[in-house]
Protein backbone atom coordinates (compact mmCIF):
# COMPACT_ATOMS: atom_id res chain seq x y z
CA UNK A 1 0.00 0.00 0.00
CA UNK A 2 2.58 2.00 0.84
CA UNK A 3 5.02 1.47 -2.21
CA UNK A 4 1.68 2.20 -3.96
CA UNK A 5 1.77 5.85 -2.22
CA UNK A 6 4.89 6.66 -2.91
CA UNK A 7 4.58 5.65 -6.63
CA UNK A 8 1.67 8.09 -6.92
CA UNK A 9 3.20 11.11 -5.00
CA UNK A 10 6.76 10.30 -7.18
CA UNK A 11 4.71 10.40 -10.86
CA UNK A 12 2.69 13.35 -9.69
CA UNK A 13 6.09 15.20 -8.84
CA UNK A 14 7.73 14.27 -11.71
CA UNK A 15 4.22 15.21 -14.35
CA UNK A 16 4.36 18.55 -12.54
CA UNK A 17 8.06 19.41 -13.04
CA UNK A 18 7.32 18.49 -16.70
CA UNK A 19 4.71 20.47 -18.48
CA UNK A 20 1.57 19.95 -16.45
CA UNK A 21 2.17 23.15 -14.81
CA UNK A 22 2.85 25.13 -18.19
CA UNK A 23 -0.21 23.24 -19.75
CA UNK A 24 -2.35 24.26 -16.28
CA UNK A 25 -1.17 27.82 -16.55
CA UNK A 26 -1.95 28.24 -20.38
CA UNK A 27 -5.63 26.32 -19.55
CA UNK A 28 -6.23 28.78 -16.63
CA UNK A 29 -5.55 31.77 -18.97
CA UNK A 30 -7.63 30.69 -21.90
CA UNK A 31 -10.32 29.98 -19.57
CA UNK A 32 -10.21 33.84 -18.56
CA UNK A 33 -10.17 34.62 -21.85
CA UNK A 34 -12.94 33.36 -22.41
CA UNK A 35 -15.09 35.64 -19.60
CA UNK A 36 -14.20 38.91 -21.86
CA UNK A 37 -15.81 39.48 -25.11
CA UNK A 38 -19.11 41.20 -26.96
CA UNK A 39 -21.72 38.74 -25.49
CA UNK A 40 -20.07 37.46 -21.93
CA UNK A 41 -22.17 38.16 -19.05
CA UNK A 42 -18.62 38.33 -16.93
CA UNK A 43 -17.16 40.98 -19.10
CA UNK A 44 -19.96 43.72 -17.47
CA UNK A 45 -20.84 47.42 -19.32
CA UNK A 46 -23.54 48.21 -16.86
CA UNK A 47 -24.70 48.40 -13.51
CA UNK A 48 -27.15 45.49 -14.48
CA UNK A 49 -24.84 43.07 -15.79
CA UNK A 50 -22.24 44.25 -13.28
CA UNK A 51 -24.66 42.79 -10.06
CA UNK A 52 -24.98 40.13 -11.93
CA UNK A 53 -21.84 39.15 -12.71
CA UNK A 54 -21.01 39.61 -8.47
CA UNK A 55 -23.05 37.23 -7.87
CA UNK A 56 -22.03 34.49 -10.44
CA UNK A 57 -18.24 35.17 -8.70
CA UNK A 58 -19.68 34.48 -5.37
CA UNK A 59 -21.19 31.75 -6.73
CA UNK A 60 -18.33 30.32 -8.61
CA UNK A 61 -15.84 30.27 -5.13
CA UNK A 62 -18.21 28.89 -3.12
CA UNK A 63 -18.65 26.14 -4.89
CA UNK A 64 -15.08 26.11 -5.81
CA UNK A 65 -15.08 25.83 -1.96
CA UNK A 66 -17.39 23.79 -0.92
CA UNK A 67 -15.52 20.96 -4.15
CA UNK A 68 -11.95 21.81 -2.05
CA UNK A 69 -13.35 20.63 0.98
CA UNK A 70 -15.43 17.42 -0.54
CA UNK A 71 -12.54 16.49 -1.81
CA UNK A 72 -10.32 17.16 0.99
CA UNK A 73 -13.08 15.08 3.21
CA UNK A 74 -13.23 12.42 0.73
CA UNK A 75 -9.66 11.80 0.18
CA UNK A 76 -9.51 11.91 4.47
CA UNK A 77 -11.95 9.23 4.16
CA UNK A 78 -10.02 7.03 1.50
CA UNK A 79 -6.59 6.94 3.67
CA UNK A 80 -7.97 6.76 6.69
CA UNK A 81 -9.95 3.49 5.94
CA UNK A 82 -7.04 2.13 4.48
CA UNK A 83 -5.40 2.81 7.74
CA UNK A 84 -7.90 1.53 10.24
CA UNK A 85 -9.58 -1.18 8.59
CA UNK A 86 -10.62 -2.62 11.63
CA UNK A 87 -11.77 -0.46 13.33
CA UNK A 88 -15.20 1.96 12.22
CA UNK A 89 -15.75 5.27 13.92
CA UNK A 90 -18.93 5.63 16.41
CA UNK A 91 -22.30 5.33 15.41
CA UNK A 92 -22.35 8.73 17.15
CA UNK A 93 -19.37 10.48 15.32
CA UNK A 94 -21.29 9.48 11.96
CA UNK A 95 -24.38 11.10 13.07
CA UNK A 96 -22.75 13.91 13.66
CA UNK A 97 -20.93 14.27 10.73
CA UNK A 98 -23.55 14.06 8.84
CA UNK A 99 -25.55 16.29 10.57
CA UNK A 100 -22.86 19.57 10.25
CA UNK A 101 -22.08 18.92 6.24
CA UNK A 102 -25.23 16.85 5.00
CA UNK A 103 -27.32 19.15 6.43
CA UNK A 104 -26.34 22.28 8.34
CA UNK A 105 -23.76 23.38 6.23
CA UNK A 106 -25.47 23.53 3.12
CA UNK A 107 -28.00 24.65 4.86
CA UNK A 108 -26.48 28.00 5.57
CA UNK A 109 -24.99 28.08 1.96
CA UNK A 110 -28.17 27.81 0.52
CA UNK A 111 -30.00 30.16 2.89
CA UNK A 112 -26.70 32.55 2.19
CA UNK A 113 -26.78 32.79 -1.38
CA UNK A 114 -30.70 33.06 -1.82
CA UNK A 115 -30.44 36.31 0.81
CA UNK A 116 -27.69 37.38 -2.08
CA UNK A 117 -30.23 36.59 -4.89
CA UNK A 118 -33.06 38.03 -3.37
CA UNK A 119 -31.09 41.57 -2.63
CA UNK A 120 -29.67 40.91 -6.33
CA UNK A 121 -32.85 40.95 -7.96
CA UNK A 122 -34.18 43.45 -5.51
CA UNK A 123 -31.18 46.53 -6.66
CA UNK A 124 -32.20 45.97 -10.68
CA UNK A 125 -36.10 46.41 -10.03
CA UNK A 126 -35.68 50.32 -10.63
CA UNK A 127 -32.58 52.32 -11.84
CA UNK A 128 -31.01 55.12 -9.95
CA UNK A 129 -32.61 57.90 -12.55
CA UNK A 130 -35.51 58.21 -14.09
CA UNK A 131 -35.63 57.24 -17.49
CA UNK A 132 -36.44 59.69 -20.45
CA UNK A 133 -36.34 57.40 -23.78
CA UNK A 134 -37.96 53.74 -23.98
CA UNK A 135 -37.15 51.18 -26.53
CA UNK A 136 -39.54 48.94 -27.46
CA UNK A 137 -38.83 45.55 -28.80
CA UNK A 138 -40.67 43.02 -29.98
CA UNK A 139 -39.70 39.51 -30.94
CA UNK A 140 -40.79 37.89 -34.31
CA UNK A 141 -39.88 34.86 -36.28
CA UNK A 142 -36.79 35.59 -36.57
CA UNK A 143 -36.04 39.05 -36.35
CA UNK A 144 -36.30 42.28 -33.66
CA UNK A 145 -38.86 45.33 -34.22
CA UNK A 146 -37.21 48.16 -32.39
CA UNK A 147 -39.35 51.50 -31.72
CA UNK A 148 -37.82 54.59 -29.94
CA UNK A 149 -40.13 56.81 -28.05
CA UNK A 150 -40.09 58.89 -24.83
CA UNK A 151 -38.83 62.35 -23.88
CA UNK A 152 -35.42 62.23 -25.30
CA UNK A 153 -36.53 60.73 -28.70
CA UNK A 154 -39.48 63.27 -28.73
CA UNK A 155 -41.54 61.29 -31.22
CA UNK A 156 -41.83 57.73 -31.96
CA UNK A 157 -40.54 55.97 -34.62
CA UNK A 158 -38.83 52.13 -35.68
CA UNK A 159 -36.34 50.62 -37.19
CA UNK A 160 -34.95 47.23 -36.77
CA UNK A 161 -32.34 43.89 -35.47
CA UNK A 162 -29.94 47.19 -33.75
CA UNK A 163 -30.47 49.04 -30.63
CA UNK A 164 -28.31 52.16 -29.90
CA UNK A 165 -28.04 53.80 -26.19
CA UNK A 166 -26.99 56.85 -24.65
CA UNK A 167 -23.80 55.79 -22.17
CA UNK A 168 -24.41 56.63 -18.61
CA UNK A 169 -28.26 57.08 -19.08
CA UNK A 170 -30.73 54.34 -18.06
CA UNK A 171 -32.73 53.32 -20.77
CA UNK A 172 -36.77 51.55 -20.09
CA UNK A 173 -37.26 48.32 -22.40
CA UNK A 174 -40.64 47.09 -23.04
CA UNK A 175 -40.36 43.53 -24.71
CA UNK A 176 -43.38 42.25 -26.40
CA UNK A 177 -43.45 39.07 -29.12
CA UNK A 178 -45.90 39.38 -32.09
CA UNK A 179 -45.92 35.60 -32.41
CA UNK A 180 -43.84 32.40 -30.15
CA UNK A 181 -42.13 33.23 -26.63
CA UNK A 182 -38.62 34.48 -27.47
CA UNK A 183 -35.80 35.83 -25.11
CA UNK A 184 -34.13 39.32 -24.92
CA UNK A 185 -31.07 39.18 -23.98
CA UNK A 186 -27.45 41.00 -24.13
CA UNK A 187 -25.13 39.44 -21.56
CA UNK A 188 -22.96 42.46 -21.27
CA UNK A 189 -25.83 45.01 -20.21
CA UNK A 190 -28.70 42.21 -18.43
CA UNK A 191 -29.92 39.01 -17.64
CA UNK A 192 -32.36 37.85 -20.12
CA UNK A 193 -35.90 38.46 -20.34
CA UNK A 194 -39.14 36.82 -21.86
CA UNK A 195 -40.93 38.09 -24.86
CA UNK A 196 -44.11 36.77 -24.27
CA UNK A 197 -46.96 37.06 -26.79
CA UNK A 198 -49.89 39.29 -25.52
CA UNK A 199 -47.79 40.65 -22.82
CA UNK A 200 -45.13 43.89 -22.15
CA UNK A 201 -41.88 43.01 -20.11
CA UNK A 202 -40.60 45.85 -18.75
CA UNK A 203 -36.86 46.36 -17.66
CA UNK A 204 -34.14 48.69 -18.03
CA UNK A 205 -30.52 49.01 -19.29
CA UNK A 206 -27.75 51.23 -18.84
CA UNK A 207 -24.48 51.15 -20.70
CA UNK A 208 -21.57 52.74 -18.60
CA UNK A 209 -19.06 52.34 -21.19
CA UNK A 210 -19.56 53.24 -25.30
CA UNK A 211 -19.09 49.90 -27.14
CA UNK A 212 -20.75 47.23 -29.55
CA UNK A 213 -22.67 44.38 -27.16
CA UNK A 214 -23.75 41.34 -28.86
CA UNK A 215 -27.22 39.77 -28.13
CA UNK A 216 -29.64 36.97 -28.87
CA UNK A 217 -32.80 34.86 -28.68
CA UNK A 218 -32.34 32.90 -25.60
CA UNK A 219 -35.54 31.02 -25.91
CA UNK A 220 -35.67 28.29 -28.98
CA UNK A 221 -38.77 29.83 -31.38
CA UNK A 222 -38.64 27.64 -34.18
CA UNK A 223 -36.06 26.96 -37.62
CA UNK A 224 -33.90 30.13 -37.18
CA UNK A 225 -33.96 30.80 -33.40
CA UNK A 226 -29.75 30.08 -33.59
CA UNK A 227 -29.82 32.96 -36.50
CA UNK A 228 -31.87 35.23 -34.41
CA UNK A 229 -29.37 38.12 -33.06
CA UNK A 230 -28.68 41.86 -32.22
CA UNK A 231 -26.27 44.26 -31.61
CA UNK A 232 -26.78 47.15 -28.98
CA UNK A 233 -24.23 50.44 -29.95
CA UNK A 234 -24.06 52.58 -26.57
CA UNK A 235 -22.73 56.12 -27.68
CA UNK A 236 -21.38 58.97 -25.39
CA UNK A 237 -24.62 60.86 -25.17
CA UNK A 238 -23.81 64.31 -27.73
CA UNK A 239 -23.19 61.69 -30.33
CA UNK A 240 -26.45 59.66 -29.42
CA UNK A 241 -28.14 62.46 -29.74
CA UNK A 242 -27.41 63.19 -33.22
CA UNK A 243 -28.26 59.71 -34.24
CA UNK A 244 -31.40 59.71 -32.48
CA UNK A 245 -32.19 62.99 -34.95
CA UNK A 246 -31.16 61.70 -37.76
CA UNK A 247 -32.98 58.29 -37.58
CA UNK A 248 -35.82 59.84 -36.84
CA UNK A 249 -36.25 61.33 -40.58
CA UNK A 250 -37.93 59.56 -42.91
CA UNK A 251 -35.22 58.44 -45.71
CA UNK A 252 -33.09 61.02 -48.32
CA UNK A 253 -34.29 60.93 -51.73
CA UNK A 254 -31.19 59.02 -53.80
CA UNK A 255 -29.35 61.35 -56.13
CA UNK A 256 -27.52 59.53 -58.46
CA UNK A 257 -29.24 58.00 -61.65
CA UNK A 258 -28.36 54.04 -60.28
CA UNK A 259 -29.55 54.80 -56.61
CA UNK A 260 -33.18 56.50 -58.21
CA UNK A 261 -33.12 53.07 -60.29
CA UNK A 262 -32.52 51.29 -57.54
CA UNK A 263 -35.50 53.19 -55.48
CA UNK A 264 -37.38 52.32 -58.33
CA UNK A 265 -37.10 48.83 -58.68
CA UNK A 266 -37.32 48.69 -54.89
CA UNK A 267 -40.86 50.08 -55.14
CA UNK A 268 -42.14 48.21 -58.35
CA UNK A 269 -40.65 44.73 -56.83
CA UNK A 270 -43.08 44.86 -54.15
CA UNK A 271 -40.69 45.11 -50.95
CA UNK A 272 -43.07 47.93 -49.84
CA UNK A 273 -45.49 45.47 -48.83
CA UNK A 274 -42.97 43.92 -45.87
CA UNK A 275 -40.93 46.98 -45.44
CA UNK A 276 -41.06 50.71 -44.71
CA UNK A 277 -39.04 53.33 -45.70
CA UNK A 278 -40.12 56.45 -44.57
CA UNK A 279 -40.99 59.20 -46.68
CA UNK A 280 -42.06 56.59 -49.50
CA UNK A 281 -44.95 54.44 -50.51
CA UNK A 282 -43.04 51.31 -48.94
CA UNK A 283 -45.45 51.45 -45.73
CA UNK A 284 -45.39 47.78 -44.88
CA UNK A 285 -45.08 46.74 -40.97
CA UNK A 286 -44.39 42.73 -41.67
CA UNK A 287 -40.75 43.26 -42.11
CA UNK A 288 -38.27 44.71 -40.41
CA UNK A 289 -37.67 48.93 -41.18
CA UNK A 290 -35.27 49.51 -43.94
CA UNK A 291 -35.26 53.69 -43.70
CA UNK A 292 -32.01 53.58 -42.55
CA UNK A 293 -30.73 50.31 -43.14
CA UNK A 294 -27.11 51.67 -44.70
CA UNK A 295 -26.39 52.70 -41.22
CA UNK A 296 -26.95 49.54 -39.25
CA UNK A 297 -24.04 46.91 -38.88
CA UNK A 298 -25.57 43.89 -39.63
CA UNK A 299 -28.07 42.39 -41.81
CA UNK A 300 -30.54 39.19 -41.49
CA UNK A 301 -30.97 40.13 -37.73
CA UNK A 302 -27.41 40.35 -36.85
CA UNK A 303 -26.05 37.46 -38.96
CA UNK A 304 -24.36 38.64 -41.84
CA UNK A 305 -22.32 42.39 -41.71
CA UNK A 306 -23.86 44.70 -43.57
CA UNK A 307 -22.30 45.37 -47.43
CA UNK A 308 -24.16 45.53 -51.04
CA UNK A 309 -22.64 42.52 -51.50
CA UNK A 310 -24.50 40.66 -48.27
CA UNK A 311 -27.55 42.65 -49.14
CA UNK A 312 -27.47 41.23 -52.68
CA UNK A 313 -27.48 38.07 -51.49
CA UNK A 314 -29.79 38.81 -49.12
CA UNK A 315 -32.26 39.90 -51.61
CA UNK A 316 -31.72 36.84 -54.01
CA UNK A 317 -31.19 34.04 -51.76
CA UNK A 318 -32.55 35.07 -48.30
CA UNK A 319 -34.49 31.24 -48.32
CA UNK A 320 -30.39 29.70 -48.62
CA UNK A 321 -29.28 32.29 -45.92
CA UNK A 322 -32.17 31.95 -43.48
CA UNK A 323 -34.51 29.22 -44.57
CA UNK A 324 -38.33 29.51 -43.51
CA UNK A 325 -38.48 33.36 -42.86
CA UNK A 326 -40.75 35.26 -44.05
CA UNK A 327 -38.10 36.83 -46.84
CA UNK A 328 -38.77 35.30 -50.10
CA UNK A 329 -35.58 34.47 -52.36
CA UNK A 330 -35.97 37.41 -55.18
CA UNK A 331 -34.09 35.25 -57.61
CA UNK A 332 -35.97 37.23 -61.08
CA UNK A 333 -33.24 40.07 -60.65
CA UNK A 334 -30.59 40.39 -63.61
CA UNK A 335 -27.22 41.21 -61.53
CA UNK A 336 -27.62 45.05 -62.59
CA UNK A 337 -30.60 45.35 -60.73
CA UNK A 338 -29.76 43.12 -57.95
CA UNK A 339 -26.36 45.25 -57.31
CA UNK A 340 -28.93 48.63 -58.30
CA UNK A 341 -31.63 47.57 -54.92
CA UNK A 342 -28.16 46.64 -53.05
CA UNK A 343 -27.15 50.06 -53.50
CA UNK A 344 -30.00 51.96 -52.64
CA UNK A 345 -30.69 50.35 -49.57
CA UNK A 346 -27.01 50.63 -48.42
CA UNK A 347 -27.11 54.60 -49.25
CA UNK A 348 -30.01 54.58 -46.66
CA UNK A 349 -27.90 55.85 -44.08
CU1 LIG B 1 -36.49 34.07 -30.98
CU2 LIG B 1 -35.32 32.20 -30.23
Same mark, same amino acid.
Given at each position: ???????V?? &?L?? /??????????T??T??????????Q?????A?? !??? !????? =???M???S??? =???? &??????A??????R????P?????IQF?L??GA??????L? *????LD????????RP??????????????? $??????S???A?R???????????V *??P??????S?????S?W??????????IP????R? $?????K???? !????A??????? /?????Y??????E???? $??E???????????P?L??G????????C??????R??P?????????T?I?? !??????G??????A????W????Q?I?P????????V??????? /??????? &???
Open positions: MKDTRAMVR &SQS /ALGSGVRPICAGALLLAACKGVSSLDPGP !RAE !RIADL =WWVFWLMAV =WALV &SLLLAYYLRARRSGNPSDRSLVWFILPAVVA *GLTVVMTTKALLARPTKLTIEVTGLQW $WWRVQYGAENTFRAANEIRVP *GRVEMRLKADVIHFAPALSGKLDMGKTNF $WIEATPGIY !RGQCEYCGAEH /ALMAFVVAMEPAFEV $WLKEAQPALEPALRKRKALFLASGGACHTVGTAEGLNGPDLHGS !RMSIGAILPNTQTLAGIASAHKESRMPSFDFEGEDLR /AIAAYLE &SLK
